[in-house]
């Protein structure tokens, strides 16, 4: 299997691979080495592949990455906001009430209702797409997906992304309310040191983020949505 090297002057590649500098930078990977994992700490990856997203080779890979493209965290929050969004302020109170029994529901319900209305139309579907780009180059390091793939895997997951949002602003207040969700975690607390991540990201004139464009061109794709698995999966 080859090695994904990636240099800091090749944009479309660091572009390609940006939506993940939150996740790559929270696991202390660098940019310098293009977020490559050392060889040293191959199973520490692999066990927070496993343990975080239920990866643990290729078949496991590839049902994570088509959930992730699919559905994703979005597809409940749609859901739920949906939901809510039909009730009168009165029913809404009800059945947060009716909840309050269930701390999982409740907080996700509560989250949901915090960020209606408040998001682009894609809703969190940046946190999915920047998990989907982080598993892509987690994965090439674990020893499971090539590196051709992988960089083709994240250059469709960014193609959509610009689909979808307008701006690295827009993709990270996106971003991180998903995560926010995905956590279930209400208390800013928890939140905050991936805010100060975000913020740097978006406002140090030397991160990835403020270097290159949103709108960076990623090469031809007839179709931003469609699934890039493919029938043949992770190993097309």
Known sequence: MGTLRIREND????????????????NGLLEQTGFAWPAARKEELRKLLAHTWSVSDEETLERHLNWLWEEGGQASYSKTE??????????????FERLNGNAALYNH?????????????AGIAAWDLGQYV???????????????????LAAAASRRAQALYGDWTQYAIAYLAGRQIWTNQPSAE??????????????NSRSLWRRLPWDLPLGE???VMRNPLGAAGVLE
């Not at 949906?82 to 059945?95: C, K, P, T």
């Open 134 to 152: 982080f598993i892509c180059r987690t994965a090439h390091s674990a020893g499971w997906l090539e590196a051709e793939r992988a960089l083709e």
């Open 221 to 223: 794709q007839a179709d």
């Open 109 to 121: 319900a509560r989250l949901v209702q915090m960020y209606a209305g408040k998001l682009p139309r």
């Open 82 to 95: 949906s939901f809510l969004g039909a009730l009168s302020f009165r029913d809404r109170e009800h059945y």
């Open 11 to 26: 944009e479309q590649t660091m572009r390609a691979f940006a939506m993940g500098a939150v996740l790559f930078q929270m």
């Open 190 to 203: 928890a939140a905050k040191p991936y805010i100060d991540c975000v913020s740097k990201l978006l406002t």
